[in-house]
């Protein structure tokens, strides 16, 4: 199966502070998301972003597929990003999740 | 709108007892439906994906299955639990190969 990587596995951040974190994914895919999981364990939706650029208030994606990585900045973060991001990638309707990487910002 | 609902919310059981967790969407028809399973701290695991009632896809061999009675409606089921069967589980959707929504979670402990 398609192997995702994301890094790095942890980020302390102070409030207002921007940041970028990286997913590396081994093989051409169909579809690529990148996930916030709150405390509670919800996965709120992010990003749908098999290519190029979005951004939605704070945050943005940008996906390169021919270098197979995307990356997700953070801006101007604040205590509620908090939480584990995970990126994962869609292959044959399944999706294949990477480790996470858990973000704290302290205020 | 579509919205997707877990339940139980948390659920502890015995060793050796069985197991039902059902998910179930609405404000779509014929979703691609999927059960993920979550250990402590680590990312999300695949178990089974349905695209279709009846239709099961298992990704990982293991004590559990799954059931799709219904066009919107996905069971994940066991005889009998092992502790390893602990984490949290998340039930997903999507149409077609697009984006996928998940579903609020079951903390499931096995004593």
């Known amino acids: 199966g398609i192997q995702v990587e994301q890094s790095p596995p942890d980020l302390i951040l102070q409030e207002g502070a921007n940041s970028t974190l990286r997913c590396n994914f081994s093989d051409s895919v169909n579809n690529l998301q990148w996930f916030h999981q709150n405390p509670w364990g919800q996965l709120i939706n992010l990003f749908y972003i098999p290519s190029g650029t979005k951004q939605n208030g704070r945050l943005s994606a940008t996906t390169v597929a021919t270098e197979r990585y995307s990356l997700l900045y953070i801006s101007s973060s604040q205590t509620t990003d908090s939480g584990v991001y995970f990126c994962a990638v869609e292959g044959d309707y399944k999706l294949s999740f990477g480790a996470g990487t858990t973000v704290t910002v302290r205020a | 709108s579509q919205t997707i609902h877990q339940w139980p919310a948390t659920l502890v059981q015995p060793v050796g007892s069985p197991l039902s967790l059902e998910c179930t969407v609405e404000?779509?028809?014929?979703?691609?439906l999927y059960w993920y399973r979550q250990a402590a701290g680590r990312g999300l695991q695949l178990l089974f994906y349905s695209v279709g009632i009846g239709q099961i896809s298992s990704e990982v061999p293991q004590n559990l299955s799954a059931s799709r009675p219904q066009d919107r409606q996905f069971i994940l089921s066991s005889k009998k639990l092992l502790l390893s069967d602990s984490g949290f589980y998340l039930c997903?959707?999507?149409?077609?190969?697009?984006?996928?929504?998940f579903g609020p979670g079951t903390r499931l402990t096995v004593l």
């Open positions: 404000g779509t028809s014929n979703p691609n």
């Open positions: 997903a959707w999507s149409q077609g190969g697009y984006t996928q929504y």
